[in-house]
């Protein structure tokens, strides 16, 4: 199982290089250790499971989660491109892919977020990150988050599972945004949808979460 992870978010220019190469190597580069160390050895005895917490940010990309988005694109990416010659060894692998989950991850994250430096972005992007993006995420994570003890039975189903899931979604509040990109492959569905609940209709986002 890997899980390990750190998390950006935050106007892209307020974030360093170094960071960022940080979080890749982490998030995507600390997954791609590990097959490495344990893929052989499942081939050889043509048996194994290799389960992989990602994310919903892997399958859509969520305003000021650049970086972080692009590591689980990434995780997401490996894994598609690794599974069908695993599956010829008996191999499998599964990508658990949480949304927001209630732990102290997520409040050191918006700890940083509220004392960051902004100076290097223009203030209306600092301005609609602090203002908007933060205080919806908070309601975001108060009506939809789950606990962690929730993940890991979602987790526990996939590792047994008598044919493990490839894609396992563990918030069904999330369907909705993964089918709604996969009903467009223009992009343009779920772009507009997006930026008329950020920018547009932000209070009824709120609304209906609550």
């Known amino acids: 199982v890997s899980n390990a992870g750190v998390g950006m978010a935050g106007p892209l220019e307020c974030q360093s290089l170094a960071a960022m190469q940080n979080l890749m190597d982490t998030n995507f580069f600390g997954l791609v250790r590990l097959v490495k160390e344990v893929l052989p050895d499942m081939k050889r005895r043509r048996g194994g ?8 940010m892997g399958l859509q990309g ?3 989660n650049d970086i972080y988005s ?3 694109f990434a995780v997401e990416g490996f894994c598609e491109s690794l599974v069908v010659q695993a599956l010829r060894f008996n191999v499998a692998i599964s990508l658990v892919e949480p949304g927001p989950v209630m732990t102290e991850f997520e409040t050191k994250l918006y700890e940083e977020a509220e004392r960051a430096d ?7 992007t600092a301005e609609i990150f602090t203002k908007l993006y933060l205080r919806n995420s908070r309601d975001v994570f108060t009506s939809l988050g ?7 039975e979602h987790t526990l189903r996939v590792i047994e599972a008598a044919r493990p899931p490839f894609r ?28 008329k609940l950020v920018f547009k209709y932000d209070a ?5 979460l609550r």
């Open 118 to 124: 902004y100076s290097r972005t223009d203030p209306e």
């Open 204 to 208: 009824v986002l709120r609304f209906g």
């Open 62 to 64: 969520i305003v000021f």
């Open 168 to 195: 396992h979604q563990t918030n069904v509040a999330y369907t909705p945004m993964a089918a709604l990109k996969h009903a467009d492959p223009s992009g343009a569905l779920i772009t507009e949808a997006f930026y």
């Open 146 to 152: 789950q606990t962690p003890e929730d993940i890991a």
């Open 70 to 72: 692009a590591s689980k």
């Open 49 to 56: 499971h290799i389960v992989v917490i990602s994310s919903i």
